[in-house]
């Protein structure tokens, strides 16, 4: 079995930074072969889940435009971790953030999501 375990959300004042974290692992009898794009994305209290930033195995990244400039996905592949650097966050980056990775083990290519961490900016 395959897990996504994010940490680094909080509340934090507008104008402040968090550092998400999420950490892909597999299980006894399962062993990760490949990661291929690893992301972020959030969603706000009745709103749909949207996209916040990737990057590919490579270090391609592509970011929402709401969010370029101001975060940065970055990924150690020796850890199988991918960051997400948040600066100059607004009330509207309030949401959940959930990781997700496309990932390879012997059972095939699928893709994997976290639990989700609370991010809450105040103003």
């Known amino acids: 079995q395959v897990q996504l375990v994010e940490s680094g959300g909080g509340l934090v004042q507008t104008g402040g930074s968090l550092r998400l974290s999420c950490a892909a692992s597999?299980?006894?009898?399962?062993?990760?072969?490949?990661?291929?794009?690893m992301g972020w994305y959030r969603q706000a209290p009745g709103k749909q889940r949207e996209l916040v930033a990737t990057?590919?195995?490579?270090?391609?990244?592509n970011y929402a435009d709401s969010v370029k400039g101001r975060f940065t996905i970055s990924r150690d592949n020796t850890k199988n971790t991918v960051y997400l650097q948040m600066n100059s966050l607004k009330p509207e980056d309030t949401a959940v953030y959930y990781c997700?990775?496309?990932?390879?083990?012997?059972?095939?290519?699928?893709?994997?999501w976290g639990q989700g961490t609370q991010v809450t900016v105040s103003s």
């Open positions: 997700n990775a496309d990932l390879s083990t012997r059972m095939g290519r699928g893709d994997y």
């Open positions: 990057i590919t195995s490579a270090g391609s990244t």
């Open positions: 597999g299980s006894r009898f399962t062993t990760i072969r490949s990661i291929y794009t």
